[in-house]
């Protein structure tokens, strides 16, 4: 069990450039899950794949933020025209079938926004 | 909507202490309960979980229990170590659909030696 993983772990742009992220679940796993963490909070719910399938968006993600999950393997979120306050811990979690189950979430991408 | 409330940290122990750190939802419907920790430079960690009312979900030494008629699911172990010392989040998935996740905002532990 490989666990999670994302990658990059960490990314600096400059304010204006485009940055994409990228998520490897657990094999298993066709749940697949984004979430946002900012400074001294809980994560936040940005968008929700079921399979290759995006079944869900939060409000959050705004015109500028886009996920794929291609085949229903692993899944891209792609951030346009950063702004500073895109700065944040992006993490992915997947989880199997069926429900409520547990998530397994990645070490997450820091996306610093200059 | 549905959410979360953690108490509010830093709490800061000394090693062999007993820790309580407090969590309250509000949800429509009877939603699973999830403890996470995250060390530093880590990612978030499945602690311990419960998925009904009475419920007690134990890892680690660490303990909570699913209280339906008070909606708490608080964190408690009896006795910190050093190696505790990390940011724990409670929190709170769906009932049905995507079964996301509601956090709360998460409270710092530091356990002094």
């Known amino acids: 069990d490989t666990g999670v993983s994302q990658d990059p772990r960490h990314k600096i742009t400059k304010r204006g450039q485009n940055v994409t992220f990228r998520c490897d679940p657990i094999s298993e796993h066709n749940r697949l899950y984004w979430y946002r963490q900012t400074l001294g909070q809980g994560p936040e719910f940005l968008t929700y794949f079921q399979n290759e399938a995006q079944l869900e968006k939060s409000r959050l993600l705004s015109d500028r933020f886009s996920a794929e999950r291609p085949k229903g393997s692993f899944s891209t979120l792609e951030i346009q025209r950063t702004e500073q306050g895109d700065s944040a811990m992006y993490l992915c979690a997947s989880s199997v079938p069926g429900g409520p189950y547990e998530q397994y979430f990645g070490p997450g991408t820091r996306l610093t926004v200059t | ?113």
Request: glycine share 10%; net charge negative; with cysteine.
């Open chain 2, 1 to 113: 909507g549905d959410s979360v409330t953690q108490m509010e940290g830093p709490v800061t122990l000394s090693e062999e202490a007993f820790l309580t750190i407090n969590c309250t939802y509000t949800a429509t419907g009877y939603p699973s309960l999830f403890w996470y920790v995250q060390y530093p430079g880590e990612g978030l960690q499945l602690l311990l979980k419960a998925t009904k009312a009475d419920d007690k979900g134990s890892n680690k030494g660490f303990e909570a229990t699913y209280r339906k008629e008070t909606t708490s699911f608080h964190l408690e172990k009896g006795s910190v170590q050093v190696s505790d010392s990390a940011v724990y989040f409670c929190a709170l998935s769906e009932t049905s659909g995507t079964y996301k996740y509601i956090f709360g905002t998460g409270t710092r532990l530091k356990v002094l030696a």
